[in-house]
């Protein structure tokens, strides 16, 4: 169920920002790290990491602009024919557009809308209880953020070079997608197996990420590993974030169209996800949900977490159609009697 918000609730809660007014506890900052974390595969600019995306907002319906009762009351209008022209005035189209961006200087992530500071988080640093106000209010916004920012850097990089107004070599295409740190990949000949396997063994791959094709953060990236065994290579594709799961589907069929044998990671848990027969496995929210695999049965093949958060539509739905494990018992040791303690005169 995608969250619904529109343009009047938006300037709201960006008026409220403005005005030194925070939305961030520790739920809503976990999801802000998600956030940067999907944004991430958007290229930089500048010294501090700066991305941008214009993101388009629905009007809405004339109740998502306000109650007719209350502008009433107000006096800001005296009938139903005021308050319609006076949404109309304000949003006269059926949608706005709004320029979202982030930077990061040192351990600190910024994100802006309009140009103006929304908030700022550090990444190593937890916000303190009772510091912020308006949670729930907050929480709906980056619930809607994050999926806003996914939808939408999906459409743009799920053609890759569809539209592009040039012809990309292969070597192109992976600069312009890829990670960067390649351990001088970039520099060999592309035809020469003998320097690739120069390459390959030198060690200088140790640190790097030259097989990050499509990069990301540290659980949003896709990569294509190439391996030696038996004087023979290999490919191994790897990317089942939920994020990129839609792109690494895509690649495998490319693959096994063009007859190029492959080994999918994760390549069950992937058929379930895509067509949506996967488990979502629910962690507590002090727990940020990436890398939760510890926490859960290895049969059941999770690889997707989250946090229940506190929406109070989509909260109750999600609870009623969860499937939860069984509470540890606490049982008493009756195989050794407790032990008096000694007492000495």
């Known amino acids: 169920m995608r969250t619904k918000l529109y343009a009047p609730e938006m300037d709201a809660i960006l008026g409220q920002a403005s005005h030194g007014q925070g939305f961030v506890n520790l739920v809503n900052y976990l999801k802000l790290k998600e956030i940067y974390a999907v944004f991430s595969r958007v290229k930089p600019f500048g010294d501090d990491d700066i991305r941008h995306i214009w993101l388009e907002v629905e009007r809405g319906r004339i109740k998502a602009f306000g109650d007719y009762a209350d502008y009433k009351e107000s006096g800001e209008v005296e009938n139903e024919d005021d308050f319609e022209q006076l949404w109309k005035d304000y949003y006269p189209n059926e949608t706005k557009w709004y ?5 990061k200087y040192k ?3 910024y994100l802006y809308f309009e140009d103006k500071l929304f908030c700022s988080i550090n990444i190593n640093e937890e916000p303190s209880p009772g510091k912020y106000v308006d949670y729930k209010k907050g929480e709906r916004f980056f619930k809607w953020l994050l999926e806003k920012i996914t939808n939408e850097i999906t459409k743009l990089f799920n053609d ?3 539209n592009s107004a040039e012809t990309l070599t292969p070597l192109e295409k992976y600069l312009s997608m890829a990670d960067g740190r390649d351990a ?7 035809n020469s197996s003998e320097a690739f396997h120069t390459w390959f063994h030198s060690g200088d791959t140790v640190g790097a990420h030259p097989w990050e094709i499509c990069r ?8 294509l590993f190439a391996s030696e065994r038996n004087g023979k290579w290999g490919i191994r594709l790897a990317g089942s974030s939920i994020v990129r799961v839609e792109e690494t589907a895509r690649m495998a069929v490319a693959l096994y169209d063009n007859k190029i044998p492959f080994e999918l990671t994760q390549a069950e848990e ?11 496995g629910i962690v507590p929210e002090t727990i940020f949900p990436r890398y939760c695999h510890s926490l859960f049965p290895n049969e059941d093949n999770i690889i997707d977490f989250m946090n229940l958060g506190r929406d109070t539509e989509i909260t109750p739905k999600i609870i009623e159609k969860s499937f939860w494990y069984p509470l540890d018992k606490i049982e008493q040791n009756l195989t050794s009697a407790p032990q008096k303690p000694s007492v000495t005169t």
């Open 216 to 223: 990301g953060g540290n659980s949003t990236h896709i990569s």
């Open 107 to 109: 351990d600190d992530l």
């Open 160 to 162: 890759y070079f569809k």
């Open 184 to 190: 001088g990949l970039r520099k060999i000949g592309g």
């Open 270 to 280: 992937i058929v379930q996800m895509v067509t949506g027969n996967d488990f979502i």
């Open 99 to 103: 320029k979202f961006q982030t930077s």
